[in-house]
């Protein structure tokens, strides 16, 4: 069966400070990978996606970025944190030939002070 | 451009009763899933159920049923004999067929009492 691992699971980072989250998927091969933040409240917001290695697409102009460097693995970045970033940051996939349904990780609690 | 719609904010419903979610999308499209969410106050997002739009079957998985009434592009969410755990954030969500992109509602509180 697939899983899909996220971490870490809470983070604590002062406003300027660099970010990496990672997201890892087992038990499938070359799956759709997506990452969204959930700011609190609120409902979901697509912020970059990927059918594939080293494609990515960006929904949202931000000062985030999101990189595939092996098939398996997503990770979203930031150079320099801004207070707008906290928030609920979720990792999805889907599969290759079933691209309509996905499945989300734990997610990753960010809060930038 | 798809939007979905969940009209109800927050509902709550006593333990073994059964409770129905509303949400409403618009699309022009003809091929196209329907999906509804839970998350829980862990937040991970978990897979309820999904609809194929050119099913008219309604999907059901173990307690939970949907009502998809295409040409009134209405999708509810039933859910029969309520646990508590059924307590959680419920997100009804579209994609068009071919898309990478769910567009989500902006979800139901639910809370299940005893």
């Known amino acids: 069966s697939q899983t899909i691992h996220q971490w870490p699971a809470t983070l604590v980072q002062p406003v300027g400070s660099p970010l990496s989250l990672e997201c890892t998927v087992e038990?499938?091969?070359?799956?759709?990978l997506y990452w969204y933040r959930q700011a609190a409240g609120r409902g979901l917001q697509l912020l970059f996606y990927?059918?594939?290695?080293?494609?990515i697409s960006s929904e949202v102009p931000q000062n985030l970025s999101a990189s595939r460097p092996q098939d398996r693995q997503f990770i979203l970045s930031s150079k320099k944190l801004l207070l707008s970033d906290s928030g609920f940051y979720l990792c999805?996939?889907?599969?290759?030939?079933?691209?309509?349904?996905?499945?989300f990780g734990p997610g990753t609690r960010l809060l930038v002070l | 451009a798809q939007t979905v719609t969940q009209s109800q904010p927050e509902m709550s419903v006593q333990e073994a009763e059964t409770v129905t979610l509303s949400c409403t999308y618009d699309?022009?499209?003809?091929?196209?899933?329907l999906f509804w969410y839970k998350q829980p106050p862990s937040r991970q997002m978990i897979l309820v159920i999904r609809q194929e739009a050119y099913k008219q079957q309604n999907a059901t998985e173990n307690r939970f049923s949907v009502n998809f009434q295409k040409a009134a592009k209405s999708f509810s969410l039933k859910i029969s004999d309520s646990q508590l755990g059924d307590t959680a954030m419920y997100f009804c969500?579209?994609?068009?067929?071919?898309?990478?992109?769910?567009?989500f509602g902006k979800g139901t509180k639910l809370t299940v009492n005893p």
């Open positions: 699309t022009s499209e003809s091929n196209y899933y």
């Open positions: 969500a579209f994609t068009k067929g071919g898309s990478e992109k769910l567009v």
């Open positions: 999805a996939w889907s599969p290759w030939d079933r691209w309509e349904t996905q499945y």
């Open positions: 038990g499938t091969s070359n799956p759709n």
């Open positions: 990927s059918v594939g290695i080293g494609q």
